[in-house]
């Protein structure tokens, strides 16, 4: 499993990996955070198509070109805003890596690199956050032979170590 799960620091719009994952909102319109970053870097042709797919519910996942990206593929998806914990955020947290492996997998993606959905302007807690991310990509990982590589970009050093820890507990290695 190890060598299939990648955890990096750095910026996701560099990653040379099939499809990266935005964490958009439900306009799919662009915003701040690694979303803006991701359309400044892929050019205004990514928000003339996202702006057809006519948006995006919490939890779920839609596919973009990458346009001027190294990443053929955006997955965009939307995760929940933090509140407290009693608002499902958990599930649709979940929802967001399931179905954006669904979506990347349908399209035949090998490769894939993910930021740190929900735990910048959504205030999901790092550590919570970290472990569903990791719980749903091992049960990905457990069941499919075709992906080759997943990346955790980590923006930072405590994400990156928050990463780290949570890798070695969910995957024993
Ligand atoms: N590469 C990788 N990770 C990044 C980058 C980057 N270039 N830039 C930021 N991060 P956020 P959210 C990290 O706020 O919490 C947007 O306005 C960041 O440090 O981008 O899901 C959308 O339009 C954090 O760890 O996404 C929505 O309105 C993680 O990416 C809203 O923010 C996610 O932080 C979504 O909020």
Same mark, same amino acid.
């Given at each position: 499993?190890?060598?299939? +799960?990648?955890?990096?620091?750095?910026?996701?719009?560099? $990653?040379?990996?099939?499809?990266?994952?935005?964490?958009?909102? $439900?306009?799919?319109?662009?915003?701040?955070?690694?979303?803006?970053?991701? %359309?400044?870097?892929?050019? $205004?042709?990514?928000?003339?198509? &996202?702006?057809?797919?006519?948006?995006?519910?919490?939890?779920?996942?839609?596919?973009?070109?990458?346009?001027?990206?190294?990443?053929?593929? +955006? /997955? %965009?998806?939307?995760?929940? +805003?933090?509140?407290?914990? %009693?608002?499902?955020? #958990?599930? =649709?947290?979940?929802?967001?890596?399931?179905?954006?492996?669904?979506?990347?997998?349908?399209?035949? /993606?090998?490769?894939?690199?993910?930021?740190?959905?929900?735990?910048?302007?959504?205030?999901?807690?790092?550590?919570?956050?970290?472990?569903?991310?990791?719980? #749903? &990509?091992?049960?990905?990982?457990?069941?499919?032979?075709? =992906?080759?590589? /997943?990346?955790? /970009?980590?923006?930072?050093?405590?994400?990156?170590? &928050?990463? $780290?820890? +949570?890798?070695?507990?969910?995957?024993?290695?």
């Amino acid at each position: 499993m190890k060598e299939r +799960v990648r955890i990096e620091k750095g910026d996701i719009t560099k $990653q040379k990996v099939d499809a990266i994952v935005n964490a958009a909102n $439900q306009s799919l319109l662009g915003g701040g955070g690694v979303d803006g970053a991701i %359309h400044r870097a892929a050019g $205004q042709e990514l928000l003339e198509e &996202t702006r057809n797919i006519g948006g995006c519910p919490t939890g779920e996942a839609r596919i973009s070109k990458g346009y001027c990206l190294p990443a053929k593929w +955006v /997955v %965009h998806t939307v995760g929940p +805003v933090w509140a407290g914990g %009693h608002k499902n955020e #958990e599930n =649709l947290l979940a929802g967001c890596y399931r179905n954006s492996f669904k979506e990347a997998l349908g399209i035949g /993606v090998k490769t894939i690199a993910f930021p740190s959905i929900s735990t910048g302007a959504y205030r999901f807690p790092l550590e919570r956050a970290t472990e569903i991310a990791m719980e #749903e &990509t091992k049960k990905i990982l457990d069941n499919d032979k075709t =992906l080759t590589k /997943v990346v955790f /970009v980590c923006f930072g050093d405590d994400a990156y170590n &928050t990463y $780290q820890d +949570v890798y070695k507990r969910v995957f024993g290695e």
